[in-house]
Nanobody, 125 residues
Framework: QVQLVESGGGLVQDGGSLRLSCAAS????????MAWFRQAPGKDRDFVAG???????YYADSVKDRFTISRDNAVNTVSLQMNSLKPEDTAVYYC???????????????????WGQGTQVTVSS
């Protein structure tokens, strides 16, 4: 059974930092793109950052230069370092894995095959 488990969410002040982690189990994703999405109440699930199987990175314009995605294939994890957080970053953050190998990370959430349960990030002003 494949599982993605996120951790590291919480409450932080405007300008603060958080680091999210996603641990995968049940199969290896070393050949697959991974990504982080977020969803605020009443809004769509939006692409935040993605990383290809060979660690090329992709970011939404709203988080570029503030967030950094990385992966450690040895322990089947992907992380998201979030700096200079803003109140508009408040959302539930989801880790996702793309099912096909050797593709860049799609930006549409509908294309992902595996999802974590989500972790809440709240940035207070």
């Amino acid at each position: 059974q494949v599982q993605l488990v996120e951790s590291g969410g919480g409450l932080v002040q405007d300008g603060g930092s958080l680091r999210l982690s996603c641990a995968a189990s049940g199969r290896t994703f070393r050949s697959n793109a991974m990504a982080w999405f977020r969803q605020a109440p009443g809004k769509d699930r939006d692409f935040v950052a993605g990383i290809s199987w060979r660690s090329s990175t992709y970011y939404a314009d709203s988080v570029k230069d503030r967030f950094t995605i990385s992966r450690d294939n040895a322990v089947n994890t992907v992380s998201l370092q979030m700096n200079s957080l803003k109140p508009e970053d408040t959302a539930v953050y989801y880790c996702a894995a793309y099912g096909s190998s050797y593709y860049p990370p799609p930006k549409r959430w509908e294309e992902y095959d595996y999802w974590g349960q989500g972790t809440q990030v709240t940035v207070s002003s």
